[in-house]
Each structure stands twice: as C-alpha cells, then as structure tokens.
C-alpha cells in the first residue's frame, strides 16, 4: 500500500512536470516570436559618426573643384571607418571651433591635422599619433631679410587661429620678437596675406606649407629650422573610450594591411 501511494505520487508529480513543460513550450515560441523576426526585416542599423574638419590644409584636408572634401586626414579616417564597420559623415567646421564642437558632441571626431598637446588632451582624447608634422617660418620668395626665428624682430606675422603656429606667434610676441600677429580663420588666407605683402611672415604647420609652395611656386618660402615638432591625433569626446579603440585598432590594422603607406603616397608622393 505504502509503495503504491509512493508509485502513484512520483506518476502524478511526471504528469505535473510533464504538462507543465508542455505549457511552457506552448508559450515560449509566442513570446520570442517578435525577437526572433526583428533582424530578418530590418537590415542592421549602421553606425554614422560625424567627423569634423577644416579644409585649407592641403594635403591633410582640401577641397577638390567639386567642393568636395578630400584629403591624408579624410582618406585615413574613411579607412579606419571601413576597416571598423562603421561610416562617416564629414563636416566642414572652423578649426578654433573643432575641440567645443567634440565636447558638446556636435562630432564625434575631429580630424583636422589636430597636434597632440597637453592643453589639448586636457580638453578632448587623442587617438594614437597617426603623422608627424612640425611648425616652420614661410616669408615671400623675394624677401632676402628674414632667415630664421631671430630676424622676426619688430616683424608682423599672420597665423590661423586657434593653432599651434598661433600659440608660438603668441609666444614670440610676449618674449618681445614678434612685433604684431594677424589671426586669420583659414590658411589660404593667411597665405594670400603672405603673397599680397600684408604681413612679414607666416608660421604654420611644415607639410602644409610646402603644399602652399608647390601650388605657388616661388611665391612662398621657407626660412630657419623647424620651430616645434608634433604629432596629429584624431579627437573624440573625453571618455569616448569604445569610439577612440575603434580608431586606435583600425588604424593599427590599415598601418598594417598597407592601406595606410598606400594614402600616405597619394598624398605626398612616393
Ligand atoms: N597642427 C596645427 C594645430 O593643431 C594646425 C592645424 C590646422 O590648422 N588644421 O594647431
């Protein structure tokens, strides 16, 4: 009698189980059912992240004859994009306004020939240096006066603003060399200012300025040594961690599968 109780429970408590679990998969399929579809119908989403640049620095970012803006900083960044499965959208932004615009999250990356400084990096992230540059003294082809940063004695200098050749011009003023400082928002202007005679000098980043040259030949010219040599970073917002480790693989990985050299010769040669 005792073993049949025993028997008829465990039979009762399998009904139990079994029941249950036919309810259970009753309504499971019901309840997934919507999760499961969603991918099917709607293509994966893509990631767009703004990138903001300011096109007078050749050959790092241009515009072409139609509008468009091309350029070192523009293909490397599209690269990095492709290699990390993600897009861009570019935007054409002031430079002294690139680093707010971070902040505030208007872009998501600057990349615009942006030295890594320590002000800088108290403000934004840098990625890994991704190109070397430097800042240099350019005067008018003609002028047989200025040699070096010594000769800029009483001299006037035009500089973009918000740059590292402007903190320097800065610099050179308050040590009592520089005489006056014309802040220009774009480098052509600045060049063109240089070309008309309205100011003595120019200081701004070396690549570009030969770039400047080689489109002006014997207008422009280098004078002296490389005042300051740096290096350029892409910015993104502070903390942006998992969008600066997106830039910092694929730029290890286009450095690496050759795609980085291959930019690097379009844009200055071999
Ligand atoms: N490399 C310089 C800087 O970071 C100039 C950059 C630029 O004018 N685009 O200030």
Redesign the pocket.
């Known amino acids: 009698m005792k073993n049949f109780f025993k028997l008829s429970l465990i039979a009762l408590l399998m009904i139990a189980l079994v029941s249950f679990a036919g309810c259970a998969t009753k309504v499971e399929p019901k309840a997934e059912a919507p999760k499961a579809e969603t991918p099917k119908e709607e293509p994966k989403e893509e990631v767009v992240y703004k990138v903001g640049t300011?096109p007078t620095?050749p050959p790092f970012e241009m515009t072409n004859d139609k509008n468009e803006i091309i350029g070192f900083d523009i293909d490397l960044i599209r690269a990095i994009a492709e290699d990390q499965g993600f897009k861009v959208e570019i935007q054409q932004l002031g430079?002294d306004g690139l680093v707010l615009a971070v902040q505030s999250g208007n872009i998501s990356i600057a990349a615009?020939?942006?030295?890594i400084t320590p002000e800088r990096q108290e403000q934004v992230d840098f990625s890994e240096p991704y190109i070397d540059?430097g800042l240099a003294i350019a005067v008018a082809g003609n002028n047989e006066i200025i040699k070096g940063e010594a000769d800029l004695k009483g001299k006037s200098v035009a500089v973009?603003i918000g740059?590292?050749?402007a903190k320097k011009a800065e610099e050179l003023k308050n040590a009592g060399i520089i005489k006056s400082i014309k802040s220009i928002p774009t480098?052509d202007v600045v060049m063109m200012e240089l070309m008309n005679g309205g100011v003595d000098a120019v200081i701004n980043?070396l690549p570009v300025t030969e770039a400047y040259i080689a489109k002006q030949p014997g207008k422009i010219k280098i004078v002296g040594d490389v005042l300051e040599s740096d290096s350029?970073g892409f910015a993104v917002r502070k903390g942006n961690t998992e969008l600066l480790e997106k830039i910092n693989t694929g730029l290890k990985n286009v450095v690496e599968n050759g795609k980085y050299t291959e930019i690097q010769k379009k844009y200055f040669g071999e």
């Open positions: 300011e620095f430079f615009s020939g942006m030295s540059a973009q740059t590292t050749g480098v980043d350029y």
